[in-house]
């Protein structure tokens, strides 16, 4: 297979699974939309989605990554928005997810500023410098998404099970940060390699503590949650884009 025949392929390979990242949130929001209650989910994984998409959005413009970068960050945007609306709806605490909301638009606000004078050359910047600034904002923007789950592990190591981890999903964020890193490799985008090889690492400690602590032989044990002040339901909600997403985001 040629060079040029292989970026093709993990184009396509990297948009689709980016996609497919994006859609896991789907299934908690549409229970929060049937019980008309957030529960115990938290507003920081959505707020964090919406971050990384824009930013990543900017990014892929700039550096005129237009597929899968620009287009599939930019449903990543309008995604974020429905569920963040979805969650606002239903929300018992809507002052504190309307300051959530409005801190990270803030920023994000400043930084479009910055993306589109910077692309029009108003900052004595060159596109790609102005590219640059922005995907190092992606980079720190993709860490927090992915560390929005990190609970789990903490509830791993306190309670020696790893039932809290969502194997399904850490192996489909395995998949999908190997897509975006081979793709990032291929284009030279240092970006994309470096975040992946990030979340990569990440997810290869999470599935050795899986199998450290492997619910089949280390089960809760009973009055687990004696000990808790939160609900003993298992937060299943679990983000991971490595975009490269575009990192995938990452």
């Given at each position: 297979?040629?060079?040029?025949?292989?970026?093709?392929?993990?184009?396509?390979?990297?948009?689709?699974?980016?996609?497919?990242?994006?859609?896991?949130?789907?299934?908690?929001?549409y229970r929060v939309?049937?019980?008309?209650?957030?529960?115990?989910?938290?507003?920081?994984?959505?707020?964090?989605?919406?971050?990384?998409?824009?930013?990543?959005?900017?990014?892929?413009?700039?550096?005129?990554?237009?597929?899968?970068?620009?287009?599939?960050?930019?449903?990543?945007?309008?995604?974020?928005?429905?569920?963040?609306?979805?969650?606002?709806?239903?929300?018992?605490?809507?002052?504190?997810?309307?300051?959530?909301?409005?801190?990270?638009?803030?920023?994000?606000?400043?930084?479009?500023?910055?993306?589109?004078?910077?692309?029009?050359?108003?900052?004595?910047?060159?596109?790609?410098?102005?590219?640059?600034?922005?995907?190092?904002?992606?980079?720190?923007?993709?860490?927090?998404?992915?560390?929005?789950?990190?609970?789990?592990?903490?509830?791993?190591?306190?309670?020696?099970?790893?039932?809290?981890?969502?194997?399904?999903?850490?192996?489909?964020?395995?998949?999908?940060?190997?897509?975006?890193?081979?793709?990032?490799?291929?284009?030279?985008?240092?970006?994309?390699?470096?975040?992946?090889?990030?979340?990569?690492?990440?997810?290869?400690?999470?599935?050795?503590?899986?199998?450290?602590?492997?619910?089949k032989t280390h089960?809760l044990k009973d009055?687990?949650?004696?000990?808790?002040?939160?609900?003993?339901?298992?937060?299943?909600?679990?983000?991971?884009?490595?975009?490269?997403?575009?990192?995938?985001?990452?």
């Open positions: 297979m040629s060079h040029g025949a292989a970026v093709l392929a993990f184009r396509v390979l990297a948009g689709c699974s980016y996609l497919v990242m994006l859609s896991s949130p789907s299934l908690n929001i939309y049937k019980a008309k209650s957030v529960g115990i989910q938290s507003i920081f994984p959505l707020v964090a989605l919406l971050a990384n998409s824009h930013l990543w959005m900017m990014y892929g413009y700039l550096a005129k990554i237009y597929f899968p970068v620009f287009s599939c960050f930019l449903v990543g945007d309008f995604a974020a928005v429905i569920y963040l609306t979805i969650y606002y709806r239903y929300s018992s605490n809507r002052g504190y997810v309307t300051r959530s909301i409005a801190a990270v638009l803030a920023v994000l606000a400043i930084l479009s500023v910055y993306a589109v004078t910077g692309g029009l050359r108003h900052t004595n910047q060159s596109r790609h410098d102005v590219s640059t600034v922005l995907g190092f904002f992606a980079d720190i923007a993709s860490v927090c998404l992915y560390c929005a789950p990190m609970e789990k592990l903490y509830m791993v190591l306190k309670h020696k099970s790893a039932v809290f981890i969502n194997l399904p999903m850490v192996l489909a964020g395995y998949a999908n940060n190997m897509i975006w890193l081979t793709f990032g490799s291929l284009i030279h985008n240092y970006f994309m390699i470096s975040i992946n090889i990030f979340f990569f690492t990440m997810n290869s400690i999470t599935l050795v503590v899986y199998h450290i602590y492997n619910p089960p009055g687990w949650d004696a000990f808790s002040s939160r609900s003993s339901k298992v937060d299943d909600f679990h983000i991971q884009v490595s975009v490269d997403l575009s990192g995938e985001l990452l």
